[in-house]
């Protein structure tokens, strides 16, 4: 994901879940594949840092993007913890917050996809 108004949609229409480490907010925009965003400000860390962050949420999702509905817009925000958090942590976050938001619109859209 890109464009600021994907992200703006996302964050502002979608849903949240949020854990120590990090916030995920699932939106939607239509029936295109699945867009992925990240935002890891300066608060937690230096360039060297957030890219780092960055760089294992984006492995990361590569291994959930299945689970995402068609038209889902998906902003993981990284929190300050995930700087050093454990690879084994951000994951197992990650998978508790995707469970969380997917459970929540199944049951919003009554089980359809």
Do not use: I
């Not at 849903?15 to 925009?29: C, Q, Y």
């Not at 038209?71 to 976050?93: H, K, T």
């Amino acid at each position: 994901m890109r464009r600021g108004e994907d992200f703006e949609a996302a964050v502002r229409r979608g849903k949240r879940a949020g854990r120590p480490t990090l916030v995920v907010h699932l939106g939607t925009s239509g029936e295109e594949p699945p867009l992925v965003g990240f935002v890891v400000s300066k608060a937690v860390g230096g360039a060297v840092t957030r890219n780092k962050v960055k760089r294992r949420l984006r492995h990361l999702m590569r291994d959930r993007l299945h689970r995402l509905p068609r038209g889902s817009l998906l902003v993981v925000r990284a929190n300050p913890p995930a700087a050093s958090a454990l690879f084994e942590q951000l994951a197992a976050e990650l998978d508790s917050a995707l469970d969380r938001l997917l459970r929540r619109r199944e049951s919003s859209t009554g089980g359809q996809r």
